[in-house]
């Protein structure tokens, strides 16, 4: 059975899209046993969380794999078959290590990505589908992810909105985790700042959007806050961050409304970040003496100012991705050449227990033992050299240079045996 790993994420599908084939981990258990009851998958393990859902496997049928996952979620295959990507062997097994390591992350080097692979490991292993072949490439992609993180500064600079975002509001709050953080929006770039904030566990987080259903979809996801935009103006002076990124024509937060917040919280520091275009915030905010209003033009000099570093970390990173996965599959060649090494082995202590009980019994009638002993040798030779033999006697004229080439690596033959 080759090894697989097939799925869709941020890359290749909509939020839309990716919500209907979630799995919440209550019933993790039940699909894993589900997808490997029968021959088609041996061994499984699933990653879900909000930006993917992949499903690594061994299988000869991988196509069952992609209908297993349409039809779990009583889904038309159609509706998510554009969407879908699957991996084989080396490909499935450099994937699952970039996905540990944070390369495939919407937030490039996120280090909370690990913790849901272990998570996912340790789902499969509760269910008993993780076997031998998963469970070594888990533990490899981990020593993979852990050399990345160590030796390399994928996590150090900040290469996106959202993480400039923080490093700003981290300028002027020491901890995130002490404050309370709005989110005005719920379109991507609001989901991928919640991401990013929400790792450093701030003290709340609430998320306000004109389209409800959107927001709570959001807030469901990370477990926080919801709040009606008609309730914005009273409820602005309690939140210490605010991040706004909506498709609104005309500002949301006006100068009037920031004044009454900067009033009402006795002029403690408020951080605002409109990365909206055209603007969510009014510009004249900037002027408050306790405001610090940053634009997605401040935002975009911090992301530049790190992105040739990380760059250079992306590279150094793929190089250590590389030599991890070429170790694994090393390991995958030698367990498949096991077979035959125990077969070979049996063939060979069969050959010796025939000649070595036609060796006794002719001692036992008396034989000359220099003779048996010569006899004993001579039938082992003939029958273990029997095989290669007839390999190279049969060989077709075009393919015997070749034959004779492995015959002579396979018993490592010098020039001095010619």
Same mark, same amino acid.
């Given at each position: @059975?080759?090894?697989?790993?097939?799925?869709?994420?941020?890359?290749?599908?909509?939020?839309?899209?990716?919500?209907?084939? !979630?799995?919440?981990?209550?019933?993790?258990?039940?699909?894993?046993?589900?997808?490997?009851?029968?021959?088609?998958?041996?061994?499984?393990?699933?990653?879900?969380?909000?930006?993917?859902?992949?499903?690594?496997?061994?299988? #000869?049928?991988?196509?069952?794999?992609?209908?297993?996952?349409?039809?779990?979620?009583?889904?038309?295959?159609?509706?998510?078959?554009?969407?879908?990507?699957?991996?084989?062997?080396?490909?499935?097994?450099?994937?699952?290590?970039?996905?540990?390591?944070?390369?495939?992350? @919407?937030?490039?080097?996120?280090?909370?990505?690990?913790? &849901?692979?272990?998570?996912?490991?340790?789902?499969?292993?509760?269910?008993?589908?993780?076997?031998?072949?998963?469970?070594?490439?888990? &533990?490899?992609?981990?020593?993979?992810?852990?050399?990345?993180?160590?030796?390399?500064?994928?996590?150090?600079?900040?290469?996106?909105?959202?993480?400039?975002?923080?490093?700003?509001?981290?300028?002027?709050?020491?901890?995130?985790?002490?404050? =309370?953080? *709005?989110?005005?929006?719920? +379109?991507?770039?609001?989901?991928?700042?919640?991401?990013?904030?929400?790792?450093? /566990?701030?003290?709340?987080?609430?998320?306000?959007?004109?389209?409800?259903?959107?927001?709570?979809? *959001?807030?469901?996801?990370?477990?926080?806050?919801?709040?009606?935009?008609? !309730?914005?103006?009273?409820?602005?002076? /309690? $939140?210490?961050?605010?991040?706004?990124?909506?498709?609104?024509? *005309?500002?949301?937060? +006006?100068?009037? @409304?920031?004044?009454?917040?900067? /009033?009402?919280?006795? =002029?403690?520091?408020?951080?605002?970040? #409109? *990365? !909206?275009?055209? %603007?969510?915030?009014?510009?004249?905010?900037?002027?408050?003496?306790?405001?610090?209003?940053?634009?997605? #033009?401040?935002?975009?000099?911090?992301?530049?100012?790190?992105?040739?570093?990380? &760059? &250079?970390?992306?590279?150094?990173?793929?190089?250590?991705?590389?030599?991890?996965?070429?170790?694994?599959?090393?390991?995958?060649?030698?367990?498949?050449?096991?077979?035959?090494? %125990?077969?070979? %082995?049996?063939?060979?202590?069969?050959?010796?227990?025939?000649?070595?009980?036609?060796?006794?019994?002719?001692?036992?009638?008396? +034989?000359?033992?220099?003779?048996?002993?010569?006899?004993?040798?001579?039938?082992?030779?003939? /029958?273990?050299?029997?095989?290669?033999?007839?390999?190279?006697?049969? !060989?077709?004229?075009?393919?015997?240079?070749?034959? +004779?080439?492995?015959?002579?690596?396979?018993?490592?033959?010098?020039?001095? $045996?010619?």
């Amino acid at each position: @059975m080759q090894l697989y790993a097939l799925g869709l994420n941020h890359h290749t599908a909509p939020l839309a899209i990716r919500e209907q084939v !979630a799995f919440a981990s209550g019933c993790l258990d039940r699909a894993l046993r589900d997808l490997t009851d029968g021959p088609a998958v041996r061994e499984a393990a699933i990653l879900s969380t909000c930006n993917r859902t992949e499903l690594y496997f061994a299988s #000869d049928a991988p196509q069952y794999a992609a209908d297993w996952l349409a039809r779990f979620h009583r889904l038309p295959p159609d509706d998510i078959s554009p969407y879908l990507y699957s991996h084989p062997e080396r490909e499935a097994v450099r994937h699952v290590f970039r996905v540990a390591s944070g390369l495939d992350s @919407m937030v490039l080097g996120e280090p909370q990505i690990l913790g &849901q692979v272990k998570d996912a490991v340790h789902k499969a292993e509760e269910a008993g589908t993780l076997g031998a072949l998963l469970h070594r490439l888990f &533990q490899s992609a981990f020593a993979a992810a852990k050399e990345v993180r160590s030796t390399t500064a994928i996590g150090a600079n900040i290469v996106s909105m959202a993480a400039a975002a923080v490093h700003l509001a981290e300028r002027v709050f020491e901890r995130i985790g002490d404050q =309370h953080v *709005l989110f005005i929006g719920a +379109g991507e770039m609001i989901e991928l700042c919640v991401a990013h904030f929400a790792g450093e /566990k701030p003290r709340s987080i609430t998320i306000a959007n004109r389209t409800g259903a959107r927001a709570h979809t *959001l807030a469901e996801r990370f477990g926080v806050q919801t709040l009606g935009m008609e !309730a914005l103006a009273e409820a602005l002076p /309690k $939140f210490d961050i605010v991040v706004s990124c909506t498709a609104s024509p *005309l500002p949301i937060v +006006g100068l009037g @409304m920031a004044e009454r917040a900067v /009033k009402a919280r006795r =002029h403690r520091p408020m951080v605002m970040v #409109d *990365l !909206a275009v055209p %603007r969510d915030i009014e510009p004249e905010v900037l002027g408050l003496d306790d405001v610090f209003l940053y634009t997605i #033009d401040d935002l975009a000099q911090v992301v530049e100012t790190g992105l040739e570093s990380r &760059q &250079q970390a992306v590279v150094e990173a793929e190089d250590i991705i590389d030599g991890h996965v070429d170790g694994f599959l090393h390991w995958m060649q030698a367990r498949d050449a096991v077979p035959a090494i %125990r077969a070979l %082995r049996r063939y060979a202590e069969s050959v010796r227990e025939a000649e070595l009980e036609r060796a006794l019994k002719l001692l036992a009638r008396g +034989g000359d033992p220099g003779h048996v002993l010569e006899a004993l040798s001579h039938g082992l030779a003939n /029958k273990l050299m029997h095989g290669p033999t007839r390999y190279l006697s049969r !060989a077709e004229d075009e393919n015997r240079a070749e034959a +004779g080439r492995i015959v002579r690596q396979l018993f490592n033959l010098s020039d001095r $045996f010619r």
